[in-house]
């Protein structure tokens, strides 16, 4: 019972559900029904009856989060098993490909480049330029002096000289 307790007490800072973290839980939902069940029989009021199914949903769903917590956990080791045994695979082709030898008509592997896909070195026109206009800042349209109006009569009166 000690061994339990202390298990109980650092499954608490232990990251995910723990064997003594589930145990503890599930202990306590049983009981907790079991008390509602009494309470029903000796007050016979529908509202234990209520409590009992939300308890029940509760402590199903803690159950069932366990459960997917602890399937995708399984996952992830199988995945990360397969991934280091793929890595030790490619690791002794390279270790047989990495000879100093040469053989003649090798493979040639050029990336050769989709013409469609290069980009265009070639500047806009001028014409799309034009057709965009300068948007007038908020203070302007309002009548508000604001900084950004103020720096705009700054660079008109520089670009008037």
Not at 76 to 94: G, H, T
Not at 146 to 157: F, I, N, P, R
């Amino acid at each position: 019972m000690a061994s339990f307790l202390t298990d109980l007490f650092t499954s608490i800072f232990t990251p995910g559900p723990t064997h003594s973290l589930l145990i503890a839980t599930n202990v306590s939902f049983a009981a907790l029904q079991a008390i509602f069940f009494i309470l029903l029989l000796l007050t016979y009021s529908v509202h234990f009856i209520v409590l009992s199914v939300l308890c029940a949903g509760l402590w199903w769903s803690i159950n069932w989060f366990a459960a997917e917590l602890e399937a995708v956990r399984q996952r992830e080791k199988e995945q990360e098993a397969r991934v280091s045994a793929e890595s030790q695979q490619q690791r002794y082709k390279r270790s047989d490909e990495d000879t100093d030898t040469e053989t003649e008509g090798g493979d040639n592997h050029a990336i050769r480049a989709n013409p469609e896909a290069v980009a265009s070195l070639v500047p806009p026109s001028h014409d799309a330029d034009a057709n965009l206009r300068k948007r007038r800042s908020l203070g302007s349209s309002t009548g508000d002096v604001s900084t950004d109006s103020e720096w705009d009569k700054v660079e008109e009166a520089d670009m008037q000289r």
